[in-house]
């Protein structure tokens, strides 16, 4: 893969104790320099009018004076410091490039992949919050609808968490689908079936639920039962993925069972379908906590990339997941015309 980075998403200092830390990218860069065929590039920032293109200028300035001032907690989980303002333009940046990268037509084994942060799908179109201040995947998104000739946008969310930012900014709006398969009742509380869109954007928020435990198998039922065949009704230009690797079985602040081989079968999925429906591909880092995990998951799309196989899911989804997809099969508007 082609992956995105900037020095300066280093310098977004959580302080000592906080899950999402610079470390994280550094634990990703080091186990990559171990594969082959591992290539960054730097992107520009987002620029003003970009980020404002989704976030409400009143806020951006906002968070320009917090972080001007020397930031601090902008509530109990959200951090910053003077330098995550252009460590925020940076990840956007590199969101943006992703986007506009895949649409350039590349692909293959130089499919690209942001590893930015902070991280962006929480962040809702007038706050930050649940570590994230730019919503990185909305900005990339918009900003290729109103620059590029792409009309439609899909932007898929495996991050354990639900994206309530990216399904906020879109929820009315025709132009961009939000589908997301994420741990029920964890933070923030949100994407429960029912919320499917509405006016213009009836239709086009898609969210999979799963109980606590769920894992490789109940991961592939949603995406190959659910949110496929909502993609392919959508017929979207690009694809991004929102792509967080805290439903790993081994990191520490969920309690789902995705393996590391069930990032590469998603991943291949995924790939898969933007090919079948002829859509441009690109990448987003969200959440991850483990830097093992988190590490090895990015190693493990890279190498999907790369031509690895990936391993089949042993086992059916559980009962409550079966029960679960034939719901949203049958209620939901994106599924039923
Ligand atoms: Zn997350």
Not at 19 to 30: C, G, N, S, Y
Not at 195 to 208: F, H, K, P, R, W
Request: aromatic share 8%; glycine share 10%.
């Amino acid at each position: 893969m082609k992956f995105g980075y900037s020095e300066a998403c280093l310098a977004h200092d959580t302080g000592g104790r906080h899950p999402e830390t610079p470390d994280r990218l550094r634990a990703i860069r080091e186990l990559l320099a171990r594969k082959h065929g591992v290539e960054y590039v730097e992107a520009d920032p987002a620029s003003r009018a970009a980020v404002e293109a989704v976030h409400d200028p009143d806020y951006v300035a906002e968070f320009r004076e917090f972080c001007e001032s020397g930031g601090g907690n902008w509530d109990p989980d959200t951090v910053a410091v003077e330098a995550t303002w252009e460590a925020a333009l940076r990840s956007a940046g590199l969101a943006q490039w992703s986007a506009e990268t895949a649409l350039d037509g590349v692909d293959g084994r130089e499919t690209p992949f942001s590893i930015g942060r902070p991280p962006g799908h929480h962040a809702v179109g007038d706050d930050a919050m649940g570590f994230c201040f730019f919503n990185n995947a909305a900005v990339a998104a918009r900003h290729v609808i109103d620059s590029r000739s792409v009309s439609r946008v899909a932007i898929f969310d495996w991050d354990v968490h639900h994206g309530n930012g990216t399904q906020d900014i879109f929820y009315d709006v025709g132009d961009v689908f939000y589908a997301s398969v994420h741990e029920e009742g964890l933070y923030p509380g949100t994407g429960e079936v029912g919320e499917s869109g509405t006016d213009a954007g009836e239709g086009t928020t898609l969210n999979v639920p799963l109980p606590a435990g769920a894992g490789d198998p109940e991961y592939r039922d949603a995406v190959d039962e659910v949110v496929a065949p909502a993609l392919r009704e959508f017929d979207p230009g690009l694809v991004l993925v929102s792509a967080g690797f805290d439903a790993h079985r081994h990191d520490p602040i969920s309690r789902m069972r995705v393996s590391t081989d069930g990032y590469g079968m998603l991943t291949a999925r995924v790939r898969d379908l933007a090919d079948e429906i002829g859509a441009a591909l690109g990448f987003v880092l969200e959440g991850g906590y483990g830097l093992d995990t988190l590490s090895e998951s990015v190693a493990e799309v890279h190498e999907t990339f790369d031509g690895r196989r990936p391993v089949a899911p042993d086992g059916e989804a559980n009962e409550d997941v079966r029960e679960l997809i034939d719901e949203i099969r049958t209620d939901h508007p994106a599924l039923n015309d």
